[in-house]
Every structure is written in C-alpha cells, then in structure tokens.
C-alpha cells in the first residue's frame, strides 16, 4: 500500500526558504498525484498544491502561486514542496499525501521565527 | 475566492446517528467535486475515510458512510462510538481552476 514518509523538522528564519521532502513507498510512484496540505497550530487543513510525478506537472492554490514549487524525482520516488520568503505565518505541518489512496505522510514542522 | 463550509461543532450521544455536511461558496456540490472526508484526532495526521463522494476505504468503519444531500457532501455516522470523537474535514475539487478546497472542519463531540 502507499506509504510517505517526510523529512524531519526544520527552523528558519523569516525571508528564507524550506524545501520538504516526501519519499514514497508501495506502489508505483508515476501512478499518482502528490498533494500538499498544511496545518498552522490549532488551524485548520489547508491545500497548497499537487504534482503529477508522472508528467512533473503541478497546480497550485493561488494563494501560494509564486513562493511554492512542487517538484519529483522520479529516481527516488520522492516529491519536494520548496515555500519561499517565509513569514511566521507560515509557521505550520505541512503533510504529502494521495487523498483518494487514502495516505499521508506524517507532516513535518517548519518553525519560522527570527 | 471559493469558500468551503462545514458545520463548526456538532453533538452526538454514543450509539446515534449524526450526519456531517460540506457546502461550496459555488454551488451545489455534485459527484463531479470528487468530495473527500478525512478525521483527525489531536497530535494526529488525517486519516483518509470516504474519497470519491461514497467509496470507503479498508480501514473505513462500516458505520461512516458518504453521500450528496441537498446539493451538499454529506458524512453520516451511524452508531456513533467515543472514538469517533475527532476533527473531520472535507475536501472538494474544483474541475476549472484544477484546484481542491478544505472545508473548514467539524468538531464532533461524542456526550
């Protein structure tokens, strides 16, 4: 069955960026969409994108067009989500998942604070 | 700005029956939004429940059941138990923006 498992935590300071790694496991990685979603703290779920790993095609919500990139590297089964010129409001979990197989990887924190 | 909205709270006694729903800021919600429902407990990541309006997956109790009600997503518990206490979210996809909307979640609460 799919499984995704994420990068660890990460700290940065404001104006930085992240990059947020997703390595998948169980089945055929060019098969499906990978989504990301975030939680800011005691927020609810938010969707910033997905990837087509097949293709390398994305959409993105449009409220992070131009300071996300969602990238794959087909090699390694993995899938990137990269957030630019972070604010402290983008303190959050961000989570990879395939909705519709019904996997998520377990988020990762990113902590912006200066 | 499209706009996806849950019930913020909901009551339920252990054993009935309590039905979620999930509305688009757009209009009615039909099978063509591929509606989505996740649960999440505290310190947890979501897990996936309903996809596709109705299809379960393995790990889906029998007594969460979905369906489209009155031009909204709906999630249905039925036999409700103390477990069931959690976060729920739907997820709908918008078809012309190839975009997908979080509703804003639900808080059930099993009294």
């Known amino acids: 069955q799919v499984h995704l498992v994420q990068s660890g935590a990460e700290v940065k300071k404001p104006g930085a960026s992240v990059k947020v790694s997703c390595k998948a496991s169980?089945?055929?990685?060019?098969?499906?969409?990978i989504h990301w979603v975030r939680q800011a703290p005691g927020q609810g779920l938010e969707w910033m994108g997905r990837i087509n790993p097949n293709s390398g095609g994305t959409q993105y919500a449009q409220k992070f067009q131009g300071r996300v990139t969602m990238t794959s590297d087909t090699s390694v089964s993995t899938a990137y989500m990269e957030l630019s010129r972070l604010r402290s409001d983008d303190t959050a979990v961000y989570y990879c998942?395939?909705?519709?197989?019904?996997?998520w990887g377990q988020g990762t924190l990113v902590t912006v604070s200066s | 700005q499209t706009v996806v909205t849950q019930e913020p709270s909901l009551t339920v006694s252990p054993g009935g029956t309590v039905t979620l729903t999930c509305t688009s800021s757009t209009g009615a919600v039909t099978s063509g939004y591929y509606p989505n429902w996740f649960q999440q407990k505290p310190g947890q990541a979501p897990r996936a429940l309903i996809y596709s309006t109705s299809n379960k997956h393995s790990w889906t109790p029998a007594r969460f059941s979905g369906s489209l009600l009155g031009g909204k997503a709906a999630l249905t518990l039925s036999g409700v138990q103390p477990e069931d206490e959690a976060e729920y979210y739907c997820l709908l996809y918008y078809g012309g923006a190839q975009s997908w909307v979080f509703g804003g979640g639900t808080k059930l609460t099993v009294l």
């Open positions: 169980g089945y055929t990685f060019t098969g499906y969409y």
């Open positions: 998942a395939t909705p519709n197989e019904g996997s």
